[in-house]
């Protein structure tokens, strides 16, 4: 029989301690203003609304476009530095572990509803598209598109982030009336997709991971190097399956235990009978032992 799922209580609690640590700044949310202090300065691991009333970091894809769409764009060492280091330890852990956007998707499924799906034709394809809004949306429009002040645009935090429009559009519009009577078109738009990801939420495990979030298209490349990584014992690995059948990311963890679409929720361990897989640090193999991270 197989051992109960571990660690989803307290990856929960890690969770809303994360979300709730990153967005502590209660007075933003009182008079609708936005945390300014020294903190600023670092980022956030997650996903996480720059101008966000509670924020008190800032977010790395926020970070990434200021640098872009600056009047004189130069090389972000900081922030290359800050995904080598974050993305080069724990990958995909931060999409599991410490993105509160990604918390929020997950309590929306469990919402009841008379289907879930677990994948879907056209799913495996769709999931590219992450890697062309970080492309095109986060780097190239903010770094080509100049406006009528000679610097680009943030054009994935105006255009498409959800955590933005939930996390600082919502809470700013309700407090503060000027912002209510100048609502138009954009905060519609906005407004629209984060009503359809939520939606869509309920049936689908974390579609904006999945096919939107330029973040985890960047933590995405990290996976299979990261020094935090599953390990599959073959030893003890029968084959039953029950990994892949439980995967909420619609993936095979025994065959692709590090594949670029895990988020490290860690619910194949608790479903694995045998213990076969394991969430470790990066260690030397021993011979037979383990098999390295595919």
Same mark, same amino acid.
């Given at each position: 029989?197989?051992?109960?799922?571990?660690?989803?209580?307290?990856?929960?609690?890690?969770?809303?301690?994360?979300?709730?640590?990153?967005?502590?700044?209660?007075?933003?949310?009182?008079?609708?203003?936005?945390?300014?202090?020294?903190?600023?300065?670092?980022?956030?691991?997650?996903?996480? $609304?720059?101008? $966000?009333?509670?924020?008190?970091?800032?977010?790395?894809?926020?970070?990434?476009?200021?640098? +872009?769409?600056?009047? +004189?764009? !130069?090389?972000?060492?900081?922030?290359?530095?800050?995904?080598?280091?974050?993305?080069?330890?724990?990958?995909?852990?931060?999409?599991?572990?410490?993105?509160?956007?990604?918390?929020?998707?997950?309590?929306? !499924?469990?919402?009841?509803?008379?289907?879930?799906?677990?994948?879907?034709?056209?799913?495996?394809?769709?999931?590219?598209?992450?890697?062309?809004?970080?492309?095109?949306?986060?780097?190239?429009?903010?770094?080509?598109?100049?406006?009528?002040?000679?610097?680009?645009?943030?054009?994935?935090?105006?255009?498409?982030?959800?955590?933005?429009?939930? /996390?600082?559009?919502?809470?700013?519009?309700?407090?503060?009336?000027?912002?209510?009577?100048?609502?138009?078109?954009?905060?519609?738009?906005?407004?629209?997709?984060?009503?359809?990801?939520?939606?869509?939420?309920?049936?689908?495990?974390?579609?904006? $991971?999945?096919?939107?979030?330029?973040?985890?298209?960047?933590?995405?490349?990290?996976?299979?190097?990261?020094?935090?990584?599953?390990?599959?014992?073959?030893?003890?690995?029968?084959?039953?399956?029950?990994?892949? /059948?439980?995967?909420?990311?619609?993936?095979?963890?025994?065959? /692709?235990?590090? !594949?670029? /679409?895990?988020?490290?929720?860690?619910?194949?361990?608790?479903?694995?009978?045998?213990?076969?897989?394991?969430?470790?640090?990066?260690?030397?193999?021993?011979?037979?032992?383990?098999?390295?991270?595919?």
């Amino acid at each position: 029989m197989g051992r109960p799922r571990p660690r989803s209580f307290r990856r929960r609690l890690v969770q809303a301690a994360v979300s709730i640590g990153t967005n502590a700044y209660l007075p933003g949310f009182a008079k609708g203003t936005v945390y300014g202090g020294g903190l600023k300065a670092a980022c956030a691991p997650g996903l996480n $609304c720059y101008a $966000c009333p509670g924020a008190v970091l800032s977010c790395p894809i926020g970070a990434l476009q200021t640098q +872009a769409a600056s009047a +004189a764009p !130069h090389i972000p060492y900081y922030l290359i530095g800050f995904f080598l280091v974050a993305g080069g330890v724990l990958g995909r852990f931060v999409c599991g572990f410490l993105c509160p956007f990604g918390l929020v998707q997950e309590l929306l !499924h469990k919402i009841p509803f008379a289907r879930k799906l677990g994948t879907f034709r056209g799913d495996r394809p769709l999931r590219a598209l992450k890697y062309v809004i970080l492309a095109l949306f986060v780097v190239l429009l903010p770094l080509c598109v100049d406006n009528a002040a000679g610097g680009g645009q943030p054009w994935f935090c105006e255009w498409i982030c959800p955590a933005g429009t939930l /996390e600082g559009g919502v809470p700013l519009t309700l407090g503060v009336p000027a912002l209510r009577r100048a609502i138009g078109f954009l905060f519609a738009w906005k407004m629209g997709i984060l009503v359809a990801l939520a939606l869509l939420s309920a049936v689908l495990y974390r579609p904006f $991971c999945r096919y939107l979030c330029p973040l985890g298209a960047i933590y995405a490349l990290f996976n299979r190097v990261a020094l935090l990584r599953y390990r599959v014992d073959e030893a003890a690995c029968t084959g039953c399956g029950s990994c892949a /059948e439980g995967c909420p990311m619609a993936l095979d963890p025994r065959r /692709e235990p590090n !594949h670029p /679409e895990c988020v490290r929720c860690g619910r194949c361990t608790g479903l694995c009978p045998t213990g076969a897989l394991s969430l470790q640090g990066a260690k030397p193999f021993g011979p037979g032992s383990t098999r390295p991270p595919s």
